[in-house]
């Protein structure tokens, strides 16, 4: 073999070597992005894929009928879902996208105490649905699922289902959402959900253009990401340091005030 073939050979397998690098490189970031969020802490890392879909996401075609808020929605036009007492002295609120793999982290992360202080009435959370996916990635699967999750409201069944769309999410690129027989499945594993009230009210999109207008206001709110968490109207969703027990820890210190 020639001295020119080998020094080809050669440099064709340092350019492959090359290459597998920075595809290791590549894939270890989008690992990261998902899955890293315990160690670089979950409100943090998350925050890095919500501001990437607020920043590339864009308005997409939704409901074209009135806007009809689901019952017991509260705030102004009646944009959020309330779940907790009233009487509670601190109000979480949550501007979140069923299709965000944050807004599952951060769930999976937070829920049991969120649970806790719920039940507790110390906590009383305000959740605001929003499609920012859609406009990211295509799809509706956004806009169907915080139909469904309205319709659920509807049938008092809010917070079940909205956990149980959160324990089943797709894949951030796969809109399964989107197909209203998939939120129907969903809704089967939530006892009580499956009334044909609740059916007609997802395949109608009862609430499609009440999606659409939460959508709008998070974006004139001058938010940057889902999700977009707010403790008493402070975001502690930008707070790295915040953790499950330094969240109950304030939530207690304000009902002792």
């Not at 864009?58 to 944009?79: E, H, I, S």
């Not at 509670?88 to 501007?95: E, N, Q, R, Y």
Request: one cysteine or more.
């Amino acid at each position: 073999m020639s001295e020119k073939n080998r020094d080809g050979k050669r440099t064709a397998r340092e350019r492959l070597a090359v290459e597998r690098e920075k595809q290791k490189a590549t894939e270890k970031r989008r690992r990261a992005l998902v899955v890293g969020a315990g160690v670089a802490g979950v409100l943090g890392l998350a925050a890095v894929i919500g501001i990437i879909a607020a920043n590339a996401g864009k308005d997409q075609g939704g409901g074209a009928g009135p806007v009809v808020a689901p019952m017991g929605a509260r705030g102004k036009d009646g944009l959020a879902i309330p779940v907790g007492k009233d009487s509670a002295k601190s109000t979480l609120t949550v501007w979140e996208d069923f299709r965000c793999p944050a807004c599952q982290v951060f769930e999976t992360a937070y829920r049991p105490t969120l649970h806790e202080l719920v039940d507790s009435g110390k906590l009383r959370i305000e959740y605001h649905l929003v499609r920012l996916i859609d406009g990211n990635l295509g799809g509706s699967g956004s806009l169907r699922a915080g139909n469904a999750a309205a319709c659920a409201q509807d049938a008092g069944k809010f917070r079940d289902y909205h956990d149980a769309l959160y324990a089943n999410q797709p894949k951030e690129s796969d809109d399964a959402y989107g197909d209203n027989a998939k939120l129907i499945e969903v809704a089967g594993k939530v006892s009580g959900l499956g009334s044909a009230a609740f059916q007609k009210c997802v395949k109608d999109g009862a609430h499609d253009s009440w999606v659409d207008k939460s959508n709008k206001a998070f974006r004139t709110g001058g938010f940057t990401g889902t999700p977009t968490v707010l403790l008493d109207d402070k975001n502690i969703y930008q707070d790295r340091t915040m953790t499950p027990a330094k969240l109950k820890q304030m939530v207690e210190a304000a009902g002792r005030q």
